[in-house]
């Protein structure tokens, strides 16, 4: 299911956070983009849409507010994996008249196969979903079957067919961070043999207090975690210059 275009709100998830929502015309979340000529779309999951923080605190709209020469698309879709993902990136690209593509592949479930979202499934239900996935996750660890790398490396190399410069950027899990177990490197060398432009945020966020990057009993960004991203991607040659290309 796509947002819904114009749509605006409150989502409250229980003891957990509360936030405000506003979707633009095409029912992404709303970044205040100036009319640059470069025209960037984000794609990924809720880590991207921003759970839990205001519209202004996402990175996207952090990365746009820096960048006003450059028009961001927050295209993040709660409960979603890879699969969308190819979706996605068919419809919107399109639609925004995109120059580029930046998917951002969240190590903490895009590595698993997507499971078909439940009828009639709230916004908080799929939250709630999202949490008890990522406790099963931590029992279980950060194990992969056999099948999930062959199927990462086919979606990696179908978007990289499409006719539009692309990039990745890998955003680590508070589950990989908390185990020390991550296969961001595996991630990384299938972009790189593939010949993608691809950012890794996994060492950045070890190297600091990554624990308040998290928002306490969820495992979505906080506002501080949402900062150190764009950050990151904003000060890091790798991050504006190879990802974003700019």
Known sequence: MIPAPLAKGEENLRGIYRFTFHHDELGMRLTRRAGGEERLLLVGDSMLYGP???????????????????????????????????????????????????????????????????????????????????????????ELSKRDLPRVRSFLEEIKQERVPLSLVYLPSWVELDLRKSHHEEFQKMVNELGIVGLDLYPAFESTDFKALFIPGDGHFSALGHRFVADQLLKSISGIANVANL
Not at 80 to 104: C, H, M, N
Not at 108 to 125: A, I, L, M, R
Request: no cysteine; aromatic share 10%; hydrophobic share 35%.
């Open 52 to 142: 839990g923080v205001e519209d202004e605190e996402t990175f996207a709209s952090l990365i746009q507010e820096s960048r006003q020469d450059i028009d961001i698309f927050n295209a993040g879709m709660p409960g979603r994996g890879v699969e969308f993902y190819k979706k996605v990136i068919s419809v919107r690209v399109p639609e925004v008249k995109a120059t580029r593509v930046i998917v951002f592949f969240f190590g903490g479930n895009d590595w698993q196969k997507e499971k078909e979202p439940q009828k009639k499934t709230g916004f908080e239900s799929r939250l709630v979903q999202f949490v008890s996935s990522r406790l099963k996750s931590h029992k279980q660890g950060t």
